[in-house]
């Protein structure tokens, strides 16, 4: 066995950046693995996907996702972080130290684990959708963090999904939009009743029901969408200045295996109010384990709890 690292911090994003941090000006000299980047992820978090960050305290004129996350990368490196952008495939929590292995790094042992590998965003898979996504071409699956942007006021805004998040989304967006259309596959919406009847009854709000986005148009921007009739298969296009998908999230923990407790989602369970898992010296933050919010901020705020747990135990157990 090799060198055990103190503390390894899987994934980048607000909650790895900002664990590691706490954890480097703990003096815990953390390990990051960021990630590496892929086809359906890019090492930052959703956040990558973002244009300009408003909500976010300290940055009163904004900032874009990529630069913020590039800032949260620095000042960990500031202050020691070892960051390697490689993914870790496989995790064995049965043997003390842990034992992690990535895709091209090797082996890695260490006393405490944080998991801050994030949840992606369901898409609809269509060529247009990734691209407009990417740029900032008016494609987002977050209408809180989106949403209130310049481009989007006073547009007819498109939002794709029938559960609550889809119908919460919508409503959000009535606050800027002149009017949403919720693009439904159904006759009916998913959305529990409450939400449902608030939906039907918001007159900036329509249903196209039975409907599917079959293509996403517009080159730099989106202009429009064409729809798909799912019963007769008919054709139509929407104008639109801005699509809002709300399918939901996958949490990014398959890599896991079965040795840490998850919901039927596959979000990882924590202890109600930290970032303890079910094995002793594993710690999870941000939105792996967060299903509700999905902010920059909260995810954070975990981070620097998954940091602070670590560094208790480690001292609990005499580590130093």
């Known amino acids: 066995m090799g060198q055990v690292e103190k503390v390894v911090i899987i994934g980048s994003g607000p909650a790895g950046w900002t664990a590691a941090i706490y954890a480097a000006r703990a003096s815990l000299d953390p390990l990051v693995f960021e990630g590496a980047p892929s086809e359906v992820m890019i090492p930052g978090g959703q956040l990558m996907y973002t244009t300009d960050v408003e909500n976010y305290p300290g940055f009163p004129e904004g900032v874009t996702g990529p630069e913020m ?10 202050f020691g972080t070892r960051i390697i952008m490689d993914d870790i495939v496989q995790c064995d929590f049965s043997q003390r130290p842990f034992l992690l292995k990535s895709a091209d790094s090797g082996e890695v042992y260490a006393h405490t684990v944080i998991i801050a590998t994030g949840a992606r965003a369901r898409w609809l ?6 691209r407009l996504a990417q740029t900032g071409g008016g494609v987002s699956a977050c209408a809180v963090c989106d949403g209130a942007l310049p481009f989007f006021r006073g547009k007819h805004l498109i939002v794709v999904g ?14 800027f939009a002149s009017k949403v259309t919720i693009v439904h596959r159904r006759e009916a919406l998913r959305a529990s009743k409450v939400m449902q009847q608030r939906t039907l009854e918001n007159p900036k709000i329509e249903v196209a029901w ?5 293509a996403v148009l517009g080159g730099d921007f989106i202009t429009g969408v064409r ?14 200045g801005g699509m809002f998908v709300a399918i939901g999230h996958h949490p990014n923990a398959d890599f896991l295996g079965g040795a840490i407790t998850r919901d039927a989602e596959g979000y990882v369970l924590v202890e109600p109010g930290g970032t303890a898992t079910n094995v002793e010296g594993v710690f999870a933050v941000g939105d792996v384990t967060d299903k ?3 902010q920059a901020i909260t995810a954070a705020g975990m981070g620097c709890k998954g940091a602070l747990d670590a560094e208790r135990w480690l001292a609990a157990k005499g580590i130093h």
């Open 69 to 78: 996350m590039q800032r949260f990368r620095d000042q960990a490196e500031r």
């Open 292 to 294: 509700v919010y999905r």
């Open 125 to 130: 898979g269509l060529p247009e959708e990734a």
């Open 227 to 240: 729809l798909s009739d799912t019963v007769t298969g008919e054709l139509r296009e929407v104008e639109c």
């Open 210 to 214: 039975n409907s599917a986005v079959d």
């Open 162 to 175: 029938g559960g609550d998040t889809a119908m919460e989304e919508a409503h959000y967006l009535t606050k």
